[in-house]
Nanobody, 124 residues
Framework: VQLQASGGGLVQPGDSLRLSCAAS????????LAWFRQAPGKEREFVAA???????RYADFVEGRFTISRDNAKNSVYLQMNSLRPEDTAIYYC???????????????????WGHGTLVTVSS
């Protein structure tokens, strides 16, 4: 499975971005899909995930600002990010995990496949 993330960029605080992650090599209908991020000097952290049956989960810092969604017809997962803050600045990675879920959607070691990331910079 190859994952290609896109949609990052430079935005101002309060702006919105929509990240996309397109998969190739396998149909991801049964996979859990997630977004993680890594800010400069920090460890990679969980952002959001969606299970094969559309159960979603978010990190506490999201506070209702982000929405993860999947389009199985396009073999893609998205992250709509609203009300962006400077502390959201990071490289955002998409990840995919074949069934079954072993550790939990919020754990990076749950995911077998990773994209290369897309940079989001929030700055005035």
């Amino acid at each position: 499975v190859q994952l290609q993330a896109s949609g990052g960029g430079l935005v101002q605080p309060g702006d919105s971005l929509r990240l996309s992650c397109a998969a190739s090599g396998r149909i991801l209908t049964a996979y859990a899909l997630a977004w993680f991020r890594q800010a400069p000097g920090k460890e990679r952290e969980f952002v959001a995930a969606v299970s094969w049956n559309d159960v979603d989960r978010y990190a506490d810092f999201v506070e209702g600002r982000f929405t993860i969604s999947r389009d199985n017809a396009k073999n893609s997962v998205y992250l709509q990010m609203n009300s962006l803050r400077p502390e959201d600045t990071a490289i955002y990675y998409c990840a995919a995990d074949p069934p079954p879920i072993e550790y939990g959607l919020e754990y990076a070691h749950e995911y077998r496949y990773w994209g290369h990331g897309t940079l989001v910079t929030v700055s005035s």
